[in-house]
């Protein structure tokens, strides 16, 4: 790969990171701003174009320029518009089209549901990957036999709590408490539970009284010292005609029904006051005017309550009300609706926080019902509105890692009295990701950036991913090559694989299947060999496997 030349667009950290990680493996990278500059950087004699930017505008006019100017180089563009992704995708040539929420958005949602598995296709075979604390001490190939470990979490008796070690030899000794990832078949391993949760059923009394305390809640305070004064005119007005009315003079409902008429300015005619004393005329007069000044207000207080921006507020907060061991999701991004959809599709109930109330993703979150409570996620006020202290989970997913590690420090302590409940935090730095989980303490810190930029990379680089996951706080990768004559994977045994990479299984040119092959096995050309490891050593290994000359038939999909 030495020698390549590589187009990357974007200024973000995505970018950022595709164009670092290419230069580590020797290509040559030019990093552009916008589409004017493509001709500039050598479309022409470009190997691939990653548009990797955060505007789906500039990533779509970048792609289709570099398309015209050459059809043969890859280009790998980074769209979140669904539409605009799959009409690029129809006929795009070589290349991908991606979407960052699609790639890191089922590792949000595994954290939510403190799922421990993890399940990746790689053509016609699933693989699992299952994580567990270690209830004894003993070596890896006494407790999980021929299964092959993916990485190994040392826990508070190792020398250095929480460092990762990638692919360990399987007689590695792990000690109580070490957090132990292996990776297998789907029948080797127990696949994740994607039933769908059955909801919580709530009682009769129990949507009583949330209805109740929505309506104290939204309506306007002064709402109720208006109907205060009203009913407090209606029991004089009352009283006093129930005592004071006369020929013939009236019972309790009489004057109840008279006063009420008379405040509602509805008069039917079966009563009147033309009869009465001068002093119960003129009363007359004063209850008519205090009437129609009092019923108007208290049509505005209603008006305000059905009619004005006040209801756009209140109807999330008053449909969290009806939920029960909810998911909390911070931030309705493009990365947040697809969170928030994914935990509403597998049957939780899921509340979102979003500070802008123009937000372009709040239809969407409409349609799939889920209630959005406008407000900012850093206050307590607002966290309370959310009903975090019922919550199941909370996912810190806004585009500011500032606001998301203070958000997932004010929501831990709101739930520091309800161990278990997972606080994940998208951090976009991974060194900031890796301080912030070693400083705080926080358990499920995740970067889309190192979820979603191995896609990115090898897509550039012509090789192809199945899928990304993070053990600790380490990313780690699951692909596959074929294996083209003369390329240094050809003829390779596996004892002389680098130690940071496993194979898992190698597929022969006539179909056999070898899982989890011995030291001893060897690579030949022709095999599709499938591994997983960290994704830069993974990266590294899958580009062996490609000819010097004419580029290598891709992996199976």
């Not at 930017?53 to 398309?67: H, S």
Request: net charge negative; aromatic share 6%; glycine share 10%.
């Amino acid at each position: 790969m030495v020698g390549s030349h590589t187009i990357v667009s974007g200024g973000d950290a995505l970018a950022m990171r595709i164009a670092e990680e290419l230069r580590g493996a020797g290509i040559t990278v030019t990093v552009i701003d916008g589409p004017d500059q493509l001709t500039a950087a050598g479309v022409h004699t470009a190997t691939a174009v990653v548009c990797a930017g955060p505007d789906d505008a500039d990533n779509l006019e970048i792609a289709l320029l570099a398309r015209r100017f050459s059809p043969a180089v890859r280009v790998v563009a980074r769209l979140a518009n669904t539409v605009l992704r799959e009409a690029m995708a129809v006929g795009n040539g070589p290349g991908a089209v991606l979407d960052v929420a699609d790639l890191a958005a089922p590792s949000v949602v595994e954290r939510c549901l403190a799922r421990t598995t993890h399940t990746i296709a790689a053509g016609d075979l699933h693989f699992v990957v299952s994580g567990e604390a270690m209830p004894r001490a003993g070596t890896l190939r006494e407790i999980y036999g021929d299964l092959a470990p993916v990485a190994v979490v040392l826990g508070d008796r190792g020398s250095t709590p929480g460092a990762v070690v990638a692919c360990p030899g399987r007689d590695l000794h792990v000690d109580e408490g070490d957090w132990v990832a292996m990776i297998g078949t789907a029948g080797q391993l127990d696949e994740p539970d994607t039933t769908v949760a059955a909801r919580p059923r709530r009682s009769p009394m129990t949507r009583v009284m949330n209805a109740a305390r929505a309506f104290r809640e939204d309506v306007n305070p002064n709402f109720y010292r208006a109907l205060s004064v009203s009913m407090s005119l209606l029991a004089f007005s009352t009283i006093l005609l129930w005592f004071s009315y006369d020929r013939p003079g009236m019972s309790f409902v009489d004057a109840l029904y008279f006063s009420t008429e008379t405040i509602a300015t509805v008069g039917y005619g079966d009563f009147s006051f033309s009869d009465q004393p001068t002093w119960l005329r003129l009363f007359s007069i004063v209850l008519m005017f205090a009437g129609i000044t009092t019923t108007a207000v208290l049509m505005a207080f209603v008006a305000d309550l059905l009619l004005s921006r006040r209801l756009a507020y209140s109807a999330g907060r008053r449909k969290v009300r009806e939920l029960q061991r909810h998911m909390i999701v911070v931030g309705l991004g493009s990365f947040g609706i697809r969170v928030a959809s994914d935990l509403k599709a597998a049957g939780h109930d899921v509340a979102v926080i979003e500070l802008n109330d123009e937000n372009r993703y709040l239809s969407a979150a409409a349609d799939r019902g889920i209630p959005v409570i406008f407000g900012d996620a850093t206050l307590p006020s607002t966290l309370e509105a959310a009903r975090i202290d019922d919550a199941r989970a909370v996912a810190v997913l806004t585009d500011a890692d500032v606001v998301n590690i203070e958000t997932a420090i004010v929501s831990r302590e709101r739930l520091k009295d309800r161990h278990g409940v997972p606080v994940v935090l998208r951090v976009f730095d991974r060194a900031l990701g890796a301080a912030v989980a070693h400083r705080f303490g926080f358990d499920n810190v995740l970067s889309t950036v190192e979820l979603a930029a191995p896609w990115f990379i090898g897509a550039a680089l012509g090789l192809t991913v199945f899928g990304t996951f993070s053990v600790g706080q380490a990313s780690f990768m699951v692909g596959g090559v074929r294996v083209d004559p003369g390329s240094e994977l050809d003829g390779i045994r596996m004892a002389e694989l680098s130690t940071q990479t496993r194979v898992i299984a190698i597929v022969g040119s006539d179909g056999t299947r070898v899982l989890h092959p011995r030291r001893d096995s060897q690579l030949r050309a022709g095999d599709t060999a499938y591994l997983v490891g960290p994704y830069r050593e993974l990266l590294a290994t899958l580009s062996k496997g490609r000819g010097r000359s004419p580029a290598g038939a891709p992996v199976p999909s």
